[in-house]
Nanobody
Framework: QLQLVESGGGLVQPGGSLRLSCAASGFTLDHYTIGWFRQAPGKEREGVSCSSSSGGSTVYADSVKGRFTISRDNAKNTVYLQMNSLKPEDTAVYYC?????????????????WGQGTQVTVFS
């Protein structure tokens, strides 16, 4: 059974950091484009970052450029999202997703498998 499990969310003050993890089971992540998405209450889902299966491309939403970094550890079959300089507007449930399309895209419709999400709350 193909499964993605996110972890690493929590409470943090503005300016703080968190590292989210997305662990896969039932398939090999390096064969898939992996994306991170988030959804805040009352808002639409937003693509945050992605890494193509080829490993050659990464994309970041303008709102997180320079603050978030996506990375892969193929040996652990895990993708990470390092989030620095967090802001209250980063508060959301964060999801990772996997796509068989070898193109880095923040369009959620291209993704086949989704995790259950992890809550990130940035509070003053």
């Amino acid at each position: 059974q193909l499964q993605l499990v996110e972890s690493g969310g929590g409470l943090v003050q503005p300016g703080g950091s968190l590292r989210l993890s997305c662990a896969a089971s039932g398939f090999t992540l390096d064969h898939y484009t992996i994306g991170w998405f988030r959804q805040a209450p009352g808002k639409e889902r937003e693509g945050v970052s992605c890494s193509s299966s080829s490993g050659g491309s990464t994309v970041y939403a303008d709102s997180v450029k320079g603050r978030f970094t996506i990375s892969r550890d193929n040996a652990k079959n895990t993708v990470y999202l390092q989030m620095n300089s967090l802001k209250p507007e980063d508060t959301a449930v964060y999801y990772c997703a996997a796509s068989s399309v070898p193109v880095a895209t923040l369009e959620g419709g291209w993704y086949d498998y989704w995790g259950q999400g992890t809550q990130v709350t940035v509070f003053s």
